[in-house]
């Protein structure tokens, strides 16, 4: 081996010293959503109310489970990012939401399993949001992977892993965006563009409700709503697998003594025409097969897609878009007060 | 996983350096580097890796079968079904699908010109093409073929045979090489590590600052163009057409410069690919300089098998179509590269028949007037349906100027041609070993830079083919 000269130790110091040193610049800079434990974390919500930055969904989804405020609130909810804006006003009494962005039946057992029991003698209800794409989509990476084994088992790892992590995704914009935040570090409630989050787990977008109070509304388009039912469905199938899982996340919260009541998360018109257009067999197949399990599963009340798929059957329009995928908060009460709420009150 | 990752970055190839300087015994270097490479190939899908390893297995035994074999008939049919075997995964997974297409394409036209009631025969099944076969492919039936034809002796050792079909830093996307080449250097491995760090370290830097710095800030600046060719004014056209020359360019010399360097990293030379391929003068000596290593596969077992241009100039023209058709069809199932590779063999037919009128023209002249055609050559190479084929060069040639010039294109554009173009000495030429130190500090600053956007870095274009 040739011994290394000058020109190679330059080089890697000019190439080597400067990028440490704007990962390191980066990672300070973004410490909090990347570096804080979960149960600092909800620590950290207890005494603020509310976060502009959060920390991994899964991570903190599945402290939360375990944390006595989810056990205590009346009404827990767990779906994807479609019902994360729930929160108190939505469902009209104490809430833990327990949404997980992409999540799909594997995920929701996992979640399902660390829900702590509500207290002897207490009736607490599960409130599960489904989607067609909970019987094919993969999300064990959120909840199997290398996280989860370093947060119960070595946190020092999870330290060094989650320090690394960045790696895969750290780009010189970042760094700019890093910085620019860290300059503005306490941006106005209403100019907060990416969610407070808040101690019962719900994100709530102030400046989308600010511009839509005003009139403003994004309307989407027809494109971008047949590419995101196309990247939702494309290569989908009914996996006996996931059906299994549902099955087993269902018993699992029947077990603990929850009340489950599965619904399937309401959809704009434009979306469920373009998703039953495009994909008509498996848009079927999916809610089929869900119905059949439902009639299995010692459940609370189901509600089947009939009834609360379709948005627009609650009045909601094309101006409660959130965006391509979700209906926004407006949508979401309606919702609950018309289908779950008079259900309730005939339970 | 990619050359431009941090995983392959900062733990694959330290650990495998690491292994390569602690392991003493070449064969258990050899091993180690195999299964580092099938490891390296796994992150691509764990059963390309099982693909790959059958294919590995059938052609060590039938070239072993075929060295000991006196009968005539029985080594050809070894080699027979080596290539039987090589061609047939190709073909299935690389070919089936544009078949079927075909197929169906040819059934429907036939029914809405003759009436005849027809059903669809087939349907496009859901096929995977597996990350680099037709690069390991070319090269385990370019090993069976010298077999047959005795130029090389079959490998012995299992090992060696697959660390020459699986090493990493050619395995995706080549060079394509050959057994005679690198079998020899790797049973000439000493028990000391000899690599030469300095020459494969800046190579490699080199070749992905191209590949970040320049080729994906060219594709960010011209694939919102090629979405709608049809709006693109003349300039524009131009711009953009030429950019993809250059992003092509960049990205796969680049890849070759990493793949080259790492080779210098674990002590191993590969071919050059590339030699300033659009300096090149005619046609001829465009195949000499761009993917040297196909276009000198595709000559040594298509074109001069075929007769080459022993026979007559007919006989060569149909030599060079045939090559340059099959050629085009190596690069990608889609008749658009097809077309491509035809305009390629044509290009060389027609400079074939005028080689002498083309040489008497000055170099300038030549070279810009090649430039011109592999310019307009990509445009079936980027577009893959013949309405955005025909669109583009209607935008090409229609005099429009109606809209503005896109100036990050051309800043980017223009700088990367005028590299491409005009700088003498290109990354094979330049003796990285004896870069002085403020050569290497903005070479360093480079690769920091490249590093800050490496995330946001594309695959590698040739990674599809």
């Known amino acids: ?347 | 996983m990619l050359f431009n990752s941090f995983l392959f970055l900062l733990v694959f190839l330290p650990a495998v350096l690491a292994g390569s300087c602690l392991i003493r015994v070449p064969r258990y270097r050899i091993i180690f580097w195999t299964l580092a490479s099938w490891i390296f190939y796994g992150f691509a899908g764990p059963w390309f890796v099982l693909l790959m390893m059958a294919s590995t297995g059938l052609d060590f035994l039938l070239a072993q079968r075929i060295a000991r074999s006196t009968s005539p008939g029985a080594r050809r049919a070894y080699v027979i079904t080596s290539l039987g075997f090589g061609l047939g995964l190709l073909g299935f997974f690389k070919y089936c699908n544009f078949f079927l297409d075909t197929v169906n394409t040819m059934v429907g036209a036939l029914h809405d010109l003759v009436g005849i009631p027809t059903i669809p025969l087939t349907t496009s099944l859901a096929i995977v093409l597996p990350a680099g076969i037709s690069f390991y492919t070319f090269e385990t039936i370019r090993y069976t073929i010298d077999v047959y034809r005795r130029h090389i002796p079959p490998e012995p050792d299992f090992w060696y045979f697959a660390c020459f079909v699986s090493l990493f830093p050619h395995l995706i996307a080549g060079p394509i090489i050959k057994p005679g080449d690198l079998l020899p250097q790797l049973h000439a491995l000493e028990p000391r590590h000899q690599w030469r760090f300095q020459h494969g370290l800046f190579l490699f830097a080199g070749g992905l600052c191209k590949k970040v710095l320049i080729a994906d800030r060219i594709a960010v600046s011209i694939d919102p163009f090629l979405f709608n060719v049809t709006d693109l004014s003349m300039p524009r056209a131009w711009m953009v057409m030429v950019g993809f020359a250059m992003q092509i360019y960049f990205d796969f010399s680049g890849y070759t410069d990493m793949a080259r360097g790492l080779g210098y990293l674990i002590g191993i030379e590969f071919p050059v690919n590339f030699n300033s391929p659009y300096r090149a003068l005619d046609p001829s000596d465009f195949w000499q300089r761009w993917h040297i290593t196909l276009s000198t596969w595709l000559r040594d077992y298509l074109y001069i098998p075929l007769g080459g241009s022993r026979r007559g100039s007919l006989r060569t023209y149909r030599n060079l179509m045939v090559t340059m058709l099959l050629g085009g069809l190596w690069h990608g199932a889609g008749w658009n590269f097809v077309l491509w590779g035809g305009l390629h063999g044509i290009a060389l037919s027609v400079y074939h028949q005028f080689r002498g009128y083309w040489d008497s023209f000055p170099d300038t002249v030549r070279r810009a007037g090649m430039f011109l055609f592999i310019v307009l050559s990509w445009v079936p190479f980027r577009l893959h349906n013949l309405r955005d084929i025909l669109a583009c060069y209607r935008a090409m040639f229609a005099l429009d100027f109606s809209v503005g010039l896109p100036w990050r294109l051309l800043l980017v554009g223009g700088a990367s041609t005028a590299i491409a173009l005009f700088v003498r000495r290109n990354s094979n030429e330049i003796n990285w070993a004896m870069l002085g130190s403020t050569t290497a500090i903005t070479l360093g600053l480079a690769t920091f830079i490249t590093l800050l956007y490496i995330n946001s870095s594309t695959r590698f274009l040739y990674f599809q083919f």
């Open chain 1, 1 to 347: 081996m040739k011994r290394c000269r000058a020109p190679v130790t330059l080089f890697l110091l000019a190439a080597g010293v400067p990028f440490v040193l704007s990962f390191a610049c980066f990672l300070i800079s973004q410490r909090g959503s990347l570096l804080t434990e979960p149960e600092e974390y909800i620590a950290a919500l207890k005494q603020a109310r509310r976060i502009s930055y959060r920390i991994g969904l899964s991570a903190w989804k599945h402290a939360l489970a375990r944390n006595p405020l989810c056990s205590e609130a009346d009404e827990v909810v767990i779906g994807s990012s479609r019902v994360r804006e729930i929160d108190t006003i939505v469902a009209g009494t104490s809430v833990c939401n327990l949404y997980v962005e992409g999540l799909s039946a594997p995920g929701f057992a996992r979640l399902a399993q660390a829900l702590a029991p509500p207290a002897p003698g207490e009736h607490h209800v599960v409130y599960v949001g489904l989607d067609h794409f909970w019987l094919w989509s993969v999300d064990t990476r959120n909840f199997a992977g290398v996280e989860h084994m370093l947060l119960t088992r070595a946190r020092p790892l999870w330290r060094v892993w989650a320090a690394l992590q960045p790696l895969n995704f750290f780009t010189g914009s970042d760094l700019f965006e890093a910085m620019r935040r860290y300059r503005q570090s306490s941006p106005r409630f209403e100019d907060q563009a990416n969610g407070w989050y808040y101690l019962d787990g719900h994100v709530f977008y102030a400046s989308y409700y600010a511009k839509k109070r005003a009139g403003l509304h994004h309307s989407v388009s027809q494109q971008e709503i047949e590419e995101s039912v196309r990247a939702l469905f494309h290569q989908g199938r009914v996996r006996e697998s996931h059906l299994h899982a549902l099955e087993a996340g269902v018993r699992h919260l029947h077990a603990k003594g929850y009340a489950v009541r599965l619904f399937w998360n309401p959809l704009s018109y434009a979306h469920l025409e373009a998703t039953q257009r495009l994909f008509p067999v498996l848009f079927q197949q999916t809610i089929e097969a869900i119905d059949r399990l439902a009639s299995t599963l010692p459940l609370d009340h189901y509600f089947p897609a009939s009834q609360t798929l379709d948005a627009s059957r609650f009045g909601c329009t094309e101006s409660d878009d959130f965006d391509e995928l979700h209906v926004d908060i407006d949508c979401l009460r309606r919702v609950f007060s018309v289908a779950f709420h008079s259900s309730k009150a005939h339970t």
